[in-house]
Every structure is written in C-alpha cells, then in structure tokens.
C-alpha cells in the first residue's frame, strides 16, 4: 500500500492504543505533503511505528479510523464490514423479518465504520456519509451494502447533502446511487409508515425510538396521549395500537403534521381518536390545562456541540417543568435527549430540577436508551446519544 503517512506527536498516541477511532488534529506531528482530503492514511507514532488507517478530514477530527490492521481498504472490506453488520441485525433479530423490514444497518463507529450512517426501509437503503472519506468511497460502499444484504435490499439513496462537511466544497446533491423509487412505506413491528427519505429529518424516519414505541403501546391502553415534537407520529401510532383512548400529537412543522396524519391513516382508516396541531410545543405546553395522562416529549437536539450545552439544559428543564406540572395525578411522561452532548446524568439532572420545580411526587420507572442496532463501540462513548426516562407523576 502506497499511501501517505500522518505521524503522531510524542505522547499523543495512547487513544489509539486504547484503539479510539479517531485522531484530533493538536495530535499530530507530522503530515505528508500532498495529502487530500478524504484520503486513506497511514498513522504512525513519533518513531513511525504503525498504529491504524484511516480517513484524513480538515478539522477537529483529522483522522477517522478505518483499521487497526494494516490492510487494503478496498472492495473486499466494505464488504467484510457491512456483511458484519448484516450479521449483526439478523442476530438480534431485526432483519428478515415479515413483521419488521425497518433497521439501521451502519451506526458510524459502533459498526467500525466512522463517518458512516445506513438506515434500511425495506427493498431501499439510505446511505449518509459524515466524512469526505465516506463520501468518496460510497460507490464501492452502495455495491457492498446490496451484496451483504443478500437481495433484501435493491436500492441505495444517498442523502449526504446536510451532513458533509460544508467548506469541502463537494457540491453533492442527494439521489439514488443504484435502483429508484420503490414506494415509500416501510413496516416497523407490523405497523406501516411513509418515510420521507427524499425531504424528511435524518434519513427520514426515527429508527432508534423502535423498542421505546414498543413500551409506550404498552402503556397506552384507556390512556389519553400527547406526543409532542411527533414528527412522523410513530410515538401516535403505537398509542392507538396500544388502545390509547385519544391520541393528540403537537409539531410545530406543518409537514411533519401532514405526514403524522398519513402515517395514523395508513394504520388505522378513519379513526376519530386522533388529532394533530402545527404549533410550536412550548407554547401548546404553556396554553394547556390538563387531560392528557400519558405525554411524549421527543424534541430534537437541544445542543449540537458543547458551546450549547448551558442553554439546552435550561431548556429540557423548562420542557418537562411545563409536562409534569400539567400531567393528570397518575399520568406517565416519556421524555427523551437526543443530544450527543448532554450525558445521561446531565439530562437526569435536568429533568429532577423540573420535578422539583413543579413540587409534585414523581417515580423513575424505567431508563431509556438507543436500540440494539444502533450499537456503542465500548471504545467510543461519544456513540451512546439517546437516553431517556418514563416517570410516573403522583
């Protein structure tokens, strides 16, 4: 292998070691010239003894690590990565499924492959890279991810254009890199839902609330529920299979409104339980005197880096205030962080500040996390984003 080598300051190599995925750019010493972007590089310690491959990027990340091995990346370890992560969700029972087609099938580092993300909806898979390296490596990429899938999935929508890095300046526009359209309703625990690939949030569907919509329908029978920051509505949808007694679900887009309308159509036709209102959560929150006795709050990240970090904490604490204080006396809350920045203990801190705020007697029952294929590589921690806590207010 021919390639250009980025060596490491003194001292600056024991992550790796530890074998953490990724290179900060303070740590290196030495780079070689003409190294581009989204090249595969060697690093090397001070001494030039060999310590992993991986992506080069302009940034804080300078490195994402590919291999600890030295090795050819190429089309035979695309293939041996996305076979192992196919491996994986049949594992764990998610793929191959007549009741289940929906699925992340590459979580970044979580599946040794960083900077990449792969959601499958049934025949369609929808590729995000988050690196130049991913980027300029998704054809070979689409090719391995139909092979692995074994003919499940025919085709392969990139959907790059908001997660790249702006300044690489790649002009990259979304769109199907192998097949086409193949509809756009995907199955999810026997229940179906349009996904928006094309124009939605993420690849166009929340895959990693699955098993928390699962508990929510258990909990929803007689129960009046309000699913704010709906999205899609799938907390909606679970509720009315659940038995939910009225299901009311709250964004403050317009299109997400139609779509939750949709998706609670194309389960259950005709259906009068359920009601949805564009309006923005903390004033649907503030205006509301009561009723509901199971609430959702599933907001978007509050902080995307650390610099937010004081202000979303502030505002988990205002959102779930506003929730508890409302809930019916015996009214179970569902609420969630999605903010890689904010640790679990942070968001727990947040939420035991609003219970108190409110003075009522509030009980944990149960700590909510990501699914099982959105997997944590014990040595990245970074990886484990979603938390949450279901709470019954007394």
């Given amino acids: 292998m021919n390639l250009k080598t980025i060596s490491l300051r003194k001292g600056k190599t024991e992550s790796l070691k530890r074998f953490h995925p990724w290179v900060f750019s303070g740590a290196i010493g030495h780079a070689d010239a003409g190294i581009a972007e989204g090249d595969v590089v060697r690093v090397t310690d001070e001494g030039g003894r060999f310590l992993a491959l991986g992506h080069y990027q302009v940034g804080s990340i300078a490195v994402r690590v590919l291999s600890f091995e030295e090795r050819p ?177 709250v964004d403050s887009s317009s299109k997400a409104i139609d779509l939750t309308r949709a998706n609670v159509a194309l389960n259950f036709p005709d259906d009068t339980r359920h009601e949805a209102f564009a309006e923005d959560a903390f004033r649907y929150l503030d205006h509301m005197t009561g009723g509901y006795d199971l609430i959702v709050l599933d907001p978007p990240a509050f902080a995307k880096h650390k610099d937010a970090l004081r202000n979303a904490l502030k505002g988990y604490t205002r959102l779930n205030a506003a929730a508890i204080s409302r809930i019916e006396k015996g009214g179970l809350l569902f609420t969630f962080s999605c903010s890689q920045a904010v640790s679990k203990e942070q968001f727990r801190l947040a939420v035991f500040t609003a219970a108190a705020q409110t003075g009522r007697h509030v009980r944990i029952l149960h700590q909510l996390h990501q699914p099982a294929d959105h997997p944590v590589n014990i040595y990245h921690p970074e990886g484990e984003y979603l938390k949450g806590l279901v709470l019954e207010v007394e």
């Fill in 73 to 249: 990346i190429d089309a035979a370890f695309w293939r041996e990565r996305l076979s192992e992560a196919a491996g994986l969700r049949r594992a764990i029972g998610l793929a191959g499924r007549s009741d289940n087609d929906t699925y992340r099938l590459v979580h970044g580092e979580g599946d040794r492959l960083p900077g990449l993300v792969v959601d499958v909806y049934g025949p369609t898979a929808v590729m995000q890279a988050h690196s130049v390296g991913m980027h300029c490596c998704r054809e070979e990429i689409a090719d391995a991810l139909i092979d692995a899938c074994g003919g499940s999935v025919r085709n392969v929508f990139y959907k790059s254009e908001t997660t790249l890095p702006f300044k690489a300046g790649l002009g990259q526009e979304n769109g199907f890199l192998r097949g086409g359209p193949e509809g756009d309703v995907a199955t999810e625990n026997g229940l179906r839902f349009h996904i928006d690939w094309l124009r939605g949030q993420k690849t166009g569907f929340f895959v990693d609330q699955r098993e928390n919509r699962s508990l929510l329908e258990r909990y929803a029978a007689g129960r009046s529920v309000l699913n704010m920051f709906c999205y899609t509505g799938g907390f909606s949808v679970y509720a009315m299979r659940g038995g939910a007694r009225l299901v009311h679900s």
